[in-house]
C-alpha cells in the first residue's frame, strides 16, 4: 500500500488548508484512517481517525476546527483544516490501519504516507 498526502503550505493564522491522502496498491474501504502531526525534535502527535463506517475521533487541540473524511470511491481520506493557528505548524503524515476502529495511538498504524508540511505564520 502506498499513501500519497497532498494539500499543505503555508497559511496566515486563522486560514484554512485541505489536505488529502489517496492510497494505491489496497482499497480502503475497510480500514481505519487516521492523520498525524510531527515537529522537528516533537514526538508524533495524533490529530483526527475515522474508521471505516465513518465514526470519527480528534485530538482536544483540533475539535471544532479539523474535520475528517473518507471518500471510499476515491480511495481518498482528507483532513479539512479550519482556524488555523501558530501551533497547528507540522508535517502531517496519513495512516492506515488493519483495525477498523479510529485509533490514536501511531502504533496500531502500519502503512503511512510522506509528509506534507503546514505551515502557518502569526
Known amino acids: 500500500v502506498q499513501l500519497q498526502a497532498s494539500g499543505g503550505g503555508l497559511v496566515q493564522a486563522g486560514g484554512s488548508l485541505r489536505l488529502s491522502c489517496t492510497a494505491s496498491?489496497?482499497?480502503?474501504?475497510?480500514?481505519?484512517l487516521g492523520w498525524f502531526r510531527q515537529d522537528p525534535g516533537k514526538e508524533r502527535e495524533f490529530v483526527a481517525a475515522?474508521?471505516?463506517?465513518?465514526?470519527?475521533r480528534y485530538a482536544d487541540s483540533v475539535k471544532g476546527r479539523f474535520t475528517i473524511s473518507r471518500d471510499d470511491a476515491k480511495n481518498t481520506v482528507y483532513l479539512q483544516t479550519n482556524s488555523l493557528k501558530p501551533d497547528d505548524t507540522a508535517a502531517y503524515y496519513c495512516?492506515?490501519?488493519?483495525?477498523?476502529?479510529?485509533?490514536?495511538?501511531?502504533?496500531?498504524?502500519?502503512?503511512w504516507g510522506q509528509g506534507t508540511q503546514v505551515t502557518v505564520s502569526s
Open positions: 495512516a492506515l490501519s488493519y483495525s477498523s476502529l479510529p485509533l490514536g495511538a501511531a502504533g496500531a498504524y502500519t502503512y
Open positions: 496498491g489496497r482499497t480502503l474501504s475497510t480500514y481505519g
Open positions: 475515522i474508521s471505516w463506517t465513518g465514526v470519527t
